[in-house]
């Protein structure tokens, strides 16, 4: 009967029989054999916790994400064209909407297009925010106001959003992640309206301004308007994107500073293509030749399409959220603590606090 019992029962057997301790009796041994032994110790100490990078990425395709953009300045820079340049699409609200005729509006009326953009199985909802009639008419006091008053609005909606008690699993993004304020090319220094929009705008939004139409300038006289631009920042203490104190370590210090001596990006916008040595290219056709919208000799519409999407379009969300919608809610918050209210009792202003 005992030459039946399988070798490892045998040895239970004898355990038991001998009423001992089974760890001082029987030596650990390995039944998989002796090539085991032989496994990278790397392998034996890995985890895995780099595919959770991998995880993020397949949910990221499958939801996509949302990117708002709003456009600022008079009639006449490029807006609408800078905008299908920036995305290689008609994004524009001129571009998407039929017989569309431009007109001088009496005040500043907010229209915004939306659109779903894919590229490589990643899906992005692009909304475009244009701001037609800003700083069109005689008389521009307070041309500013509508504006602000939208991007508080949009702050609104998505607090109210998540202080319901039955908030969604998703809260829609409306929040304007970045503000682009075109400057008319005068080679001159920042108009009154520039500078106060722009101080307004910077505490509640990421500014990008640029040089419209910037092949209407020499490069000399590019160079020469940037540093009247950027004293006028400066002295006026306007905030514009990306700002110096939101720099995460030295490795974002060095990157930023390349692009904060740039600001404001001197660029050209067309749907155009034209041959040059054989090869298509987006550009603008003159008598003395093409100016090529993405030859960085010719102007700096790259620097300004990398900022807005290549390197830093996350990083404009993050400090939507993170800086200009926290500020927004804890002084919401602290409004009603204040004022013993709840938050269907106070209004959106159009100026900087919220009353």
Same mark, same amino acid.
């Given at each position: ?220 006289? $590019? ?81 300004? $399409? ?50």
């Amino acid at each position: 009967m005992r030459e039946d019992i399988p070798q490892r029962l045998k040895t239970q057997v004898q355990m038991e029989e001998n009423d001992t301790d089974p760890t001082e009796q029987v030596p650990c041994t390995n039944d998989s054999g002796p090539e085991d032994h032989t496994q990278d110790h790397a392998t034996l100490n890995y985890v895995g916790i780099e595919a959770v990078l991998d995880q993020m990425r397949r949910k990221a395709m499958k939801t996509g994400f949302e990117f708002n953009i709003m456009v600022v300045g008079q009639s006449g820079l490029g807006k609408s064209t800078l905008m299908n340049t920036l995305f290689k699409s008609k994004v524009s609200r001129k571009s998407c909407t039929p017989n569309y005729e431009e007109k001088i509006q009496k005040t500043v009326h907010l229209q915004s297009v939306s659109h779903v953009i894919e590229e490589k199985g990643v899906k992005m909802k692009l909304t475009v925010i244009d701001t037609p009639g800003f700083g069109d008419q005689i008389d521009n006091d307070n041309c500013w106001e509508p504006i602000v008053k939208y991007i508080n609005e949009q702050y609104e909606k998505f607090l109210r959003e998540e202080l319901s008690i039955n908030r969604k699993r998703r809260i829609p993004d409306t929040r304007v992640h970045c503000c682009v304020y075109f400057l008319p090319p005068t080679g001159h220094c920042l108009r009154p309206i520039d500078i106060e929009f722009l101080k307004r705008l910077g505490e509640i939004v990421s500014i990008v301004p640029v040089i419209a139409k910037a092949d209407t300038l020499t490069i000399e006289e $590019r160079q020469e308007f940037r540093k009247k631009i950027q004293h006028d920042l400066q002295a006026n203490e306007i905030r514009v994107y990306p700002q110096r104190e939101y720099d995460e370590d030295a490795e974002d210090r060095i990157l930023n500073d390349k692009i904060r001596e740039k600001i404001p990006f001197a660029v050209v916008g067309t749907d155009r293509e034209h041959q040059v040595n054989g090869n298509k290219v987006l550009g603008r056709k003159t008598k003395w030749g093409i100016i090529e919208v993405e030859n960085v000799a010719h102007c700096e519409f790259t620097n300004f $399409r990398d900022l807005l999407i290549r390197s830093h379009l996350q990083d404009l969300k993050d400090v939507t959220h993170n800086i200009h919608y926290e500020t927004y809610r804890v002084r919401r918050l602290n409004d009603s603590n204040v004022n013993g209210l709840g938050l269907s009792s106070l209004s959106i202003t159009t100026g900087e606090n919220v009353l």
